[in-house]
């Protein structure tokens, strides 16, 4: 647990780094219609020992804010897969800036979403595809 927190955290990988087991989720903070009611929500859970932050489309906002308070994160999880480049392109918009300021990326949803297939834009590899 993290020190002065009942927050149960656990190894991010093979990193070391100790993440929380609860995370604060991002959509719904990026929803908010009062800025600085979202940067107090991030500052208050950040204060309480969570250190797992999941964020949705409000990346790019959310990283411009973060470093406009001297927050800097150490690594982002967002969404890369064959679809990005069809929608507002994380690894266009979003990549480089964590690029330029070192931040470690882990990458989710990279088959992307059940719907991808069952609306034929994309087709699972056959066995005999498999090399």
Same mark, same amino acid.
């Given at each position: 647990?993290?020190?002065?927190?009942?927050? $149960? %955290? %656990?190894?991010?990988?093979?990193?070391?780094?100790?993440?929380?087991?609860?995370?604060?989720?991002?959509?719904? @903070?990026?929803?908010? &219609?009062?800025?600085?009611?979202?940067?107090? #929500?991030?500052?208050?859970?950040?204060? +309480?020992? !969570? +250190?797992? #932050?999941? +964020?949705s489309w409000d990346y790019h906002k959310m990283l411009d804010v973060a470093f406009a308070h001297g927050f800097v994160f150490d690594t982002v999880q967002m969404p890369l897969n064959l679809m990005d480049a069809?929608?507002?392109?994380?690894?266009?918009? @979003?990549? $480089?800036?964590? /690029?330029?300021? +070192? !931040?470690?990326? %882990?990458?989710?949803? $990279? #088959?992307?979403?059940?719907?991808?297939? &069952? /609306?034929?834009?994309?087709?699972?590899?056959?066995?005999?595809?498999?090399?």
């Amino acid at each position: 647990m993290a020190e002065g927190s009942d927050i $149960p %955290r %656990r190894q991010l990988g093979r990193t070391g780094e100790m993440v929380s087991a609860s995370g604060l989720g991002g959509f719904h @903070v990026g929803k908010m &219609q009062d800025e600085q009611e979202s940067i107090r #929500l991030v500052c208050r859970a950040l204060d +309480n020992g !969570i +250190n797992f #932050l999941d +964020n949705s489309w409000d990346y790019h906002k959310m990283l411009d804010v973060a470093f406009a308070h001297g927050f800097v994160f150490d690594t982002v999880q967002m969404p890369l897969n064959l679809m990005d480049a069809h929608y507002d392109s994380f690894e266009k918009k @979003v990549l $480089p800036v964590l /690029n330029e300021h +070192n !931040i470690g990326v %882990r990458a989710m949803k $990279p #088959l992307g979403d059940h719907t991808i297939i &069952q /609306n034929g834009l994309a087709e699972p590899a056959g066995q005999d595809d498999r090399q």
